[in-house]
């Protein structure tokens, strides 16, 4: 997608509902097959620019605080132009089912806005949605096809042309983290 250093790069957004884990999630993956783990994140303000770096790519990633999301509706327009890729982050724990209306309504309308200011209707440009079902370590957790009826996925894939994967993850036993960077490493 671009060129850093001599490495390959591109940039990915991530966003969810709050407590959803996207701040964990994100400095897991800086650190993901060492034994290093940060400690539980602060709650994000505003957003973290951070980048993950892998032997021949650098991605960095935009990582959205819940509620700032629409805090910062304003910023929008400039920060999906060309966006080529974007990861929601869901609490997949069932104490957790109301955040995932709430994660839902964030991807309709994101995706809404990428929509509107990039054409992608009237063009052949697909955009990537990456689905982390995350804290898949705690009990109960909802099934995929429970998690793809909460988000309304069929009405999504009959209305956009989004090309979307799913995995379960955690950040706490690394469930899914491999599946994670692969998706990411396609992007660049
Ligand atoms: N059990 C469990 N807890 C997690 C997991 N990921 C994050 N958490 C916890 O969820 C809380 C919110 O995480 P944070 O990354 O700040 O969420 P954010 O608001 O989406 O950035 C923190 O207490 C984390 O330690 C996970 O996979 N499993
Ligand atoms: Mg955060």
């Known amino acids: ?3 850093c250093f001599g490495r390959k790069c591109c940039s990915v957004t991530v966003i969810g509902p709050s407590g959803s884990g996207k701040t964990s999630l994100v400095q897991r993956l800086q650190s993901v097959g060492t034994d290093y783990r940060s400690l539980p994140p602060v ?10 770096e892998l032997k021949r790519y650098i991605i ?10 629409y805090k910062m509706r304003s910023i929008w327009d400039e920060h999906f132009v060309n966006i080529r890729a974007l990861v929601l982050v869901v609490d997949s724990s069932d104490g957790a089912l109301a955040r995932i209306a709430q994660a839902r ?12 200011i990039n054409n ?4 052949t440009r697909v955009i990537k949605v990456l689905v982390v079902a995350n804290k898949c370590d705690l009990n109960r957790c909802l099934t ?17 042309v989004i090309q979307l994967k799913f995995v379960q993850a955690s950040v706490v036993n690394d469930h899914g983290l491999n599946d994670i960077l692969q ?3 396609k992007l660049v």
């Not at 994000?44 to 993950?52: A, Q, R």
């Not at 992608?120 to 063009?123: F, G, I, P, S």
């Open 1 to 3: 997608m671009g060129n």
């Open 43 to 52: 709650p994000t303000i505003g957003f973290n620019i951070e980048s993950i």
């Open 60 to 69: 960095t990633v935009w990582d959205y605080g819940g509620g700032y999301m």
């Open 105 to 116: 309504q964030m991807l309709w309308d994101v995706l809404d806005n990428i929509t509107t």
């Open 120 to 123: 992608y209707n009237t063009n």
């Open 144 to 160: 995929m096809a429970q998690l793809y009826n909460e988000l309304a996925i069929d009405d999504l894939l009959a209305k956009r």
């Open 183 to 185: 998706w990411l490493k």
